[in-house]
């Protein structure tokens, strides 16, 4: 028990940048596995309490976590070894991995501070300069710790250190390598945040003077064309912001390639920014697709209709923003509404779990329909940390810019989602597609710009 108390408050002295005697004498393996059971526990913990702050009480938990929470302990041993080894003279690695893991739960605490009340309280640079402020202390407790360690200033092993930690986390932005434990529910939204009376009001009240300005500004058929592409998209969901950035870019891409630009309607439900765009809501998907009609030649030109949201397996999308008593968007509504538009050439996109079970309701030979899973899956991404899901990436970002058809972009998408959640061991979200014989040959007629 005394050698215990003895490491421990060396420990402390260590982390409050005090400096210990003799620092080798701590690094046994009781302490380092001491400190990453702590730190583990603390992960859960903080990790479990932020995303039931973001998701709602209905979260679940997600399996596919653990190999990124693996791949971290794995960057845990690196970062020491590679402390260890560039040092001079070299350090030994017990003792090295032991000043790595000592700081983590006091780290993973203010972390979870920053992120769970800075964030919600004040702007956005405020949490920066937080963040700045942990990694200048962690940089000092470093160097501190190194030079207790060995006696003399080990820069050269701190800038290695740098240098990989600097790595990991540009890799991790550019591969979501966020070892979380929790998702939001497969089929419910997450709860959106209170909106006031007032500005609930205002927005039914202006929805349909809104759709009128936006409709006002689309431009009619082109004449000299074989066909022309009209793009209506609709992000569901106001309180993610990712189904909004992804109708943003859906309608950026389908532009370039389509020559969509000047024909466009974003119905965009954002709890970031309620005035650039009408509210997405069925009724105002119904209004928007009939103005819409009224621009088209309905004998030639085609309209790429785009939606993001939440799904369900009834099939069901979400519709909601802030505390707005929105309808749901079911397939049979969808239908309705294209068939009493009049609108008879369609490209539809749907990216949403259970998305395939749109495609019986909507399918005939003059429809193109894409969903981001099968009737029967989900899909992956919408958590609100992320600008695109994983669908979105795959078909928007990197395969309808560079494909050579509507065709070609599904197969690079299905491949490139497969392999990803391959990868991550999660159920395969299984994307399906319905080509109609009549639309692929009006497609033919006029192909897709160059990338």
Known sequence: MREVYRIGRQLLRHLTLRGVADQRATAADA???????????????VDGLL?????????????SGIPVLALTALLLLALAYLMARVA???????????LVVAPLPLLIIAYGLIEGLIDRQTAGRWQLLAMLLLAGGLLLYAARALRALSGRRQLRALLAATLLLAAYLAAGQLLDLRPTLWS?????EAADDPMPPQLAEALLFDARTRLDAELAKVAGSDRGAAYSVFFVGFAGVGSQKVFAEEIKLAARVVGERFGSGARQLLLINDHRDVDSYPLASVSGLRYALAGIAARMNPQRDILFLALSS???????LSVSNGTLPLEQLSADELAA???DAGIRWRVIVISACYAGGFIEPLKDPDTVLITAAAADRTSFGCSDDRDLTYFGEAFYRDALPRATSLQDAFQLARAAIATREQAEHVTASDPQAYFGARIVQRLSQ???RPP
């Open 31 to 45: 302490p380092v596995a001491c400190c990453a059971g702590v730190a583990l526990v603390a992960w859960i913990l």
């Open 51 to 63: 995303d039931r702050l973001q998701l709602g009480a209905g979260m679940e938990f997600d399996a």
């Open 88 to 98: 001079r003279p070299g350090l030994p690695m017990r003792a090295t991995l032991l």
């Open 184 to 188: 939001a529910p497969d089929d419910v």
């Open 310 to 316: 939440h799904g369900s397996n009834q099939p069901l």
């Open 337 to 339: 509404a294209l068939r």
């Open 446 to 448: 006029q192909p897709m």
